[in-house]
């Protein structure tokens, strides 16, 4: 899965423009679904000085993104030197602005490391008043 993750607030406590304290077990669950084969996006409204602050304490704890801001990975280079949309796209988005607020990490891991075994189809409401057999 692609999974967009804030920094300021998500990753480290909100202190911006300065870099907060580490959220508690942040960097460890980041780590452990980077491994688990998932792509990360630093998806943060930091830029300039303040996004390379962010991306460099990120790199020296080991926490490496597939793209920074974007869905092409790092160190892609566009061919014609425009701009892309700003709009990242995932499949999964980890922010502290979430309805109901930031779970704590190991809470965010188990939703997602178990959402593929733990996902079922569920009938619609239609097929399930409709879709019953009738005995006689």
């Not at 502290?96 to 990490?105: F, S």
Request: hydrophobic residues 40%.
């Amino acid at each position: 899965m692609v999974i967009a993750v804030d920094f300021d607030g998500t990753i480290v406590e909100h202190k911006y423009p300065a870099i907060g304290r580490e959220k508690p077990f942040a960097v460890e669950t980041l780590l452990d679904l980077a491994a688990d084969g998932h792509k990360l996006i630093l998806w943060t409204a930091r830029d300039g000085k303040l996004l390379d602050e962010a991306v460099e304490w990120c790199r020296k704890r080991g926490l490496e993104f597939y793209g920074i801001n974007s869905n092409r990975p790092v160190g892609y280079m566009f061919q014609d030197n425009k701009t892309t949309s700003a709009k990242v796209i995932a499949d999964i988005y980890i922010d502290d602005h979430n309805l109901g607020g930031l779970p704590e990490w190991g809470v965010i891991y188990e939703m997602i490391s178990h959402k593929k075994k733990t996902r079922k189809r569920k009938s619609s409401f239609w097929k399930k008043l409709f879709g019953r057999k009738i005995k006689v």
